[in-house]
């Protein structure tokens, strides 16, 4: 595998589901982002990890909580989630700053 | 007003032409300039990177960025039909925070 890498690719959950996504990047990079993208909006950053240590929390709400365990992998616990946080979820990754590159994104439905 | 603003399109051109993307911004301080480029049901892939002010040029692609007027452009020569994606136009400060446009469709017709 190369480059940045997301399971599941589609999800979809009821409102009182557990879940979590999984982001993996293979660059070498110390910084990982999570982003939601949402139909004609623009991405919307959530949550930065530098060298495993959270650096932003753009006012995500509790029911969305990352876990950075090592610089190489993320992951975006989901619970009690509501119909409007259907979107595109989206990792990236970086090394020092702006050039980011993002893995292909899960779609998450939630009913 | 949106700090990043970009005009959703959508743009439909027939193969050959030229496409042309912009994108106006509000914030003096942005010196880092990208184009991304997201196919349908994928993420977002890096295009075009600059830093400050001018223009610069891979292939059928051309950047340029006039800060003055708080401006940026993308161009596409010779379109393609497999140029038909939406694209994002992404600026930051000095820093690792992306402000990214709403994005802009362009279907390319063969």
């Known amino acids: 595998e190369t480059g940045v890498t997301q399971t599941p690719r589609h999800l979809v959950m009821g409102m009182t589901n557990k879940k979590s996504l999984k982001c993996e990047q293979h660059?070498?990079?110390?910084?990982m982002y999570w982003y939601k993208q949402s139909a004609k909006k623009p991405l919307e950053l959530m949550f930065v990890y530098n060298f495993k240590e959270q650096t932003e929390n753009n006012s995500v709400p509790s029911r969305f909580s990352p876990e950075c365990p090592n610089s190489s992998h993320l992951f975006l616990h989901l619970h009690t989630l509501q119909p409007e946080d259907s979107a595109l979820y989206l990792c990236?990754?970086?090394?020092?700053?702006?050039?980011?590159?993002f893995g292909p994104g899960t779609r998450l439905t939630v009913l | 007003q949106k700090e990043v603003e970009q005009d959703p399109g959508p743009l439909s051109v027939p193969e050959g032409a030229i496409v042309s993307l912009n994108c106006t911004y509000s914030?003096?301080?942005?010196?880092?300039f990208m184009w991304y480029r997201q196919y349908s049901r994928k993420g977002p892939e890096l295009l075009m990177y600059t830093y400050s002010s001018g223009n610069k040029e891979d292939g059928r692609f051309t950047a340029q960025v006039d800060k003055s007027s708080k401006y940026i452009s993308l161009f596409i020569r010779d379109s393609q039909p497999s140029d038909s994606a939406t694209y994002l136009c992404?600026?930051?400060?000095?820093?690792?925070?992306?402000?990214f446009g709403a994005g802009t469709t362009v279907t390319v017709r063969a």
């Open positions: 660059l070498g990079h110390n910084a």
């Open positions: 992404a600026m930051s400060a000095n820093d690792y925070k992306l402000s």
């Open positions: 990236a990754s970086s090394q020092e700053g702006t050039t980011q590159y």
């Open positions: 914030n003096s301080a942005f010196q880092y």
